[in-house]
């Protein structure tokens, strides 16, 4: 049987992401700036700092959770306004 790739098909998404487990709230600081849709991680470092973003770390690994940065989210305010602007 011959693999995706020599058919010239794409990997299947699990391929992706291989080092992620499964059902894991847990993002890496890479994850966390997709998750946040940040610009870097330069931004997400400087949230860390200012803002206080929650976070966790693993030795030199920083690690999300993400329903930590939901409610962060929510209690910051950004979802209220953006609702707001929506109506408004």
Same mark, same amino acid.
């Given at each position: %049987?011959?693999?995706?790739?020599?058919?010239?098909?794409?990997?299947?998404?699990?391929?992706?992401?291989?080092?992620?487990?499964?059902?894991?709230?847990?993002?890496?600081?890479?994850?966390?700036?997709?998750?946040?849709?940040?610009?870097?991680?330069?931004?997400?470092?400087?949230?860390?700092?200012?803002?206080?973003?929650?976070?966790?770390?693993?030795?030199?690994?920083?690690?999300?959770?993400?329903?930590?940065?939901?409610?962060?989210?929510?209690?910051?305010?950004?979802?209220? %306004?953006?609702?707001?602007?929506?109506?408004?």
């Amino acid at each position: %049987m011959r693999s995706p790739q020599q058919h010239g098909e794409p990997f299947p998404a699990q391929a992706e992401q291989p080092h992620r487990p499964l059902n894991s709230p847990y993002l890496n600081a890479n994850e966390a700036v997709q998750y946040l849709r940040l610009g870097s991680l330069q931004a997400l470092y400087r949230l860390i700092n200012e803002h206080q973003l929650p976070y966790g770390r693993r030795g030199r690994i920083y690690l999300f959770d993400t329903r930590k940065i939901d409610r962060w989210v929510e209690s910051s305010g950004v979802v209220e %306004m953006v609702g707001k602007r929506r109506v408004g």
